[in-house]
């Protein structure tokens, strides 16, 4: 790449993180433009924190990108839609659903049966990793809420040394864009939202495709020279390399073809994958950043969701890789499955549609209505002085 | 890849293609391998033209290539360690089908008939190779490690027995000249046969990186 075509693409890509910001400035003002009524339907919705869980599951299986649902969240939080415990559910389940594509990925070496067994091991490591940490830190935090309070404390913490206030130059930009497009669709809440959705999947593609392009190519000696060495260096490069292209999945998917290929086992790339899921939360961490700028309470709420991701991730993450006996659980689990999927590959198929899509359906649908007053919003948790502003 | 693409069990077509001739190179190398072992140990006439069959072999060899580049220009995210693997293995079946050609012309090169107790541990062996060509051909299409592996493990038997004919060959001074040299190179070629057979299993048993390399679960 010579140094025009660079200087070119590094403006494509602040053009299109200007639009994903501008797209959350759009979803938080369609929010509040649908009024109280649409807020207390998803407060409603969202009250359960299983629900939650299982919408996060279902919407990152769905668009198979939780960098995108994150987003959406925490936009919501910041506009007043959801509650902080509302939101953390979601972003947990949103961690589940985001390996979804790396499973789907490994479902197209079905031709080869030594291959396709080390490829669903290979992707469902990740999987099985998400589910085991999301079943010990979820119970706990319904039962102490100490992601809720370590999120808390790091949002007003950076907002107290005026870290929030990091992205307000970018605020300036993309403000008057939002109020433009918000008035040039007649302050339609509706429409509102569909641009901003829509602009928010177009800026995460597109931004994914050219980071993925610039940083993934040059992370090519890198990646081979630490992804499977060890493992906290490993971490690290997954983290950083995540970062570069925000997204997980593009990430872990590049190790499925080495696992199906026998290059590398299930437990070497682990650690890589680890680091993977610590990295894909700087994008929401990003978008809050934006939505906090103005100082305002619900930015500091939506700082405080994308914390509690940043924090849910980083726990997980030291339960498991200081400790080799831990951290083979979801490695064993996956070669299992890898095992059973050869035995008979349908298998391979149930199981991603029974969790990531039957089973969130289920749940979603079986528990509607039912709200659980044993993990209430805290104080400052409110959204009703935030909609309608 | 398409989503719908992961609900389909077939093979993109030049993979399919490539596989079928990868199946024809084994077969006509095997038929070949038959001929000119019962010329070199039967005493029987090649009715079949090994030179021709060894061009049909090596057309396929150029086809796998050709259809295996196109698939990856066209769609390089279906099967491409298949792909890879095709490419790096394709090699081997060619050269078997060199090595039968050879085993025949090295039967053109005895003076007299072959008969008598060398002979028939050679017999032995052939019929013990021919059982791993087998084995191969039908690993290699169905993917399947746990035959891949006997393969591998059979032929790596088969090639140290020939390396216990050949010692024995070299102390036994009964034979002639000739027939100790026609015997020698024979044996050679047939651990050289067995060595590429144990190649393409390779493929199936073994991680893409050990692929050609001698049975890693030993």
């Known amino acids: ?156 913490g950076l907002t107290g040394v005026g870290g929030a206030e990091l992205l307000s130059p970018v605020k300036v930009i993309t403000k008057p864009v939002s109020n433009a497009i918000i008035a040039g669709l007649g302050e339609n809440g509706i429409a509102v939202l569909v641009v901003g959705v829509v602009l928010l999947f177009l800026a995460l593609r597109y931004l994914v495709i050219l980071l993925r392009k610039i940083m993934l190519g040059r992370s090519e000696r890198i990646l081979h020279t630490y992804v499977f060495g060890a493992p906290a260096v490993a971490m690290l490069v997954g983290i950083l390399v995540t970062v570069l292209v925000q997204s997980s999945s593009i990430t872990t998917s590049v190790t499925v073809p080495l696992v199906a290929a026998g290059i590398v086992t299930v437990s070497q790339i682990f650690p890589f994958v680890l680091g993977a899921n610590i990295g894909t939360t700087i994008t929401a961490l990003l978008a809050a950043l934006v939505l906090a700028a103005d100082g305002s309470e619900a930015g500091v709420l939506a700082l405080e969701v994308a914390f509690a991701h940043v924090t849910f991730n980083v726990i997980g993450v030291s339960l498991a890789l200081p400790f080799r006996p831990i951290r083979e659980v979801p490695v064993q689990l996956a070669n299992w499955l890898g095992n059973l999927a050869v035995k008979n590959r349908a298998y391979a198929f149930a199981y991603v549609g029974f969790v990531f899509f039957v089973l969130p359906l289920v749940v979603i649908f079986a528990t509607r209505g039912i709200n659980t007053d044993f993990y209430s919003a805290p104080e400052g948790d409110a959204v009703e002085s935030v909609v309608g502003q | 890849m398409l989503f719908f693409d992961l609900f389909r069990r077939d093979r993109p077509p030049l993979i399919e293609q490539s596989l079928e001739n990868m199946q024809v190179m084994l077969d006509t190398s095997l038929r070949m391998f038959q001929d000119a072992t019962a010329s070199l140990l039967e005493n029987e006439v090649l009715v079949r033209d090994l030179s021709e069959q060894d061009k049909t072999v090596n057309q396929k060899e150029s086809a796998i290539r050709r259809a295996v580049l196109e698939h990856v220009a066209i769609d390089p995210s279906r099967e491409m360690i298949f792909s890879l693997i095709l490419i790096s293995i394709v090699q081997d079946a060619e050269r078997i089908g060199d090595l039968a050609k050879s085993i025949g012309e090295v039967a053109q090169l005895a003076d007299g008939r072959r008969h008598g107790e060398h002979v028939g541990v050679l017999q032995d062996l052939r019929d013990r190779l021919v059982q791993v060509f087998r084995l191969t051909r039908d690993s290699f299409a169905d993917a399947d490690d746990e035959q891949a592996r006997l393969a591998m493990e059979r032929s790596s038997q088969i090639k140290q027995e020939l390396t216990e004919f050949l010692r024995r060959v070299s102390e036994d001074d009964s034979l002639s000249p000739n027939t100790a040299v026609v015997l020698a190179v024979g044996s050679r070629m047939f651990s050289r046969v067995s060595s590429h057979l144990s190649n393409i299993a390779s493929s199936v048993a073994m991680p893409f990186d050990q692929i050609r390399r001698p049975p890693g679960w030993e």
Do not use: C, Y
């Open chain 1, 1 to 156: 790449m010579d140094r025009g075509s660079g200087v070119l693409r590094t403006i494509v890509v602040v053009v299109v993180l200007l639009l994903f910001f501008v797209s959350l400035e759009l979803m938080g003002g369609s929010f509040k433009l649908m009024g109280k009524g649409f807020a207390e339907q998803l407060l409603s919705t969202t009250s359960n924190p299983f629900v939650g869980l299982f919408i996060g599951i279902l919407a990152t299986s769905l668009v198979q990108s939780s960098s995108t649902v994150t987003s959406m969240v925490v936009a919501l939080v910041a506009a007043g839609g959801i509650t902080v415990s509302g939101a953390i559910p979601i972003v947990m389940g949103a961690n589940i659903g985001t390996s979804v594509t790396n499973t789907i990925v490994s479902l197209g070496h079905i031709t080869r049966r030594e291959e396709f067994r080390r490829a669903i091991a290979g992707a469902t490591v990740h999987d099985f990793f998400n589910l085991i940490i999301v079943a010990i830190l979820f119970p706990l935090e319904l039962a102490t809420r100490f992601i809720t309070k370590i999120s808390l404390w790091l949002a007003e």
